[in-house]
């Protein structure tokens, strides 16, 4: 049972494009939406997260969209560019014990 | 220093080798995770230690053990694995197990089962 759907599998956009990845959940006991990205040959590192208090985060060009209502949450890449390609995971937790369940994860590619 | 580091890089095993893989963190964090991460998927979560205990295993096989000798250390001992167990086994830690604690992550142990 996959409790976070993440859409597209995969992105080619241009340099200075806007990448939008978007994560549906299931789970209304979720409360903790962290993004991660990975490079090829590293683990993952945390991007940027979101609670469900708040509708949009923004952190230079990474923002999170967040909707509670519809349960999905997005992630916009703006003014993207050839160092930002790396695959995506949106991740999801609830309260006790830290554990992420992740979408699918969305490979990214900007070509210059 | 956010730097978790894990040795080997790269391991190559026989199905009736015994092996085992290191993680080590110095951040401080008292709680260490093992996922295992197969080609173009997300990670899945094998093992949750906190403060030196094993709070999470996902049903695991009984041919991973994990151990945990100290806070800034994690082992994955490996015996008798299967071809399909090859993947990427990364190791993470977080300051505790509260949802909002940053998980690290390592670069991983790519491991082939031969």
């Known amino acids: 049972q996959q409790q976070v759907k993440q859409s597209p599998q995969s992105l080619i956009v241009q340099k200075g494009g806007i990448s939008i990845i978007n994560c549906a959940y299931e789970n209304t006991a979720f409360d903790y939406f962290p993004w991660y990205q990975q490079f090829p040959g590293k683990g993952p590192a945390l991007l940027i997260a979101i609670r469900p208090d708040v509708s949009e985060k923004k952190e230079g060009r990474f923002t999170i969209s967040f909707n509670k209502s519809a349960k999905q949450f997005s992630l916009h890449i703006m003014d993207s560019q050839p160092g930002d390609s790396a695959t995506y995971f949106c991740?999801?937790?609830?309260?006790?014990?830290?554990?992420?369940?992740f979408g699918g994860g969305t490979r990214v590619l900007v070509k210059p | 220093d956010t730097e978790v580091t894990q040795t080997p890089k790269h391991l190559v095993m026989g199905m009736t080798n015994k092996k085992s893989l290191k993680c080590e963190q110095h951040m401080g964090h008292r709680a260490m995770y093992w996922y295992k991460q197969k080609a173009k998927k997300p990670p899945e979560l094998m093992f949750v230690?906190?403060?030196?205990?094993?709070?999470i295993n996902e049903s695991v096989p009984s041919r991973f053990s994990p151990e945990c000798p100290n806070s800034s250390l994690l082992n994955l001992h490996l015996h008798a694995l299967q071809p399909e167990d090859s993947a990427l086994y990364l190791c993470a830690s977080s300051q505790a197990v509260a949802r909002t604690d940053t998980q690290y992550f390592g670069p991983g142990t790519r491991l082939t089962v031969l």
């Open positions: 230690y906190s403060y030196e205990k094993l709070s």
């Open positions: 991740a999801a937790s609830k309260a006790a014990g830290n554990k992420l369940t």
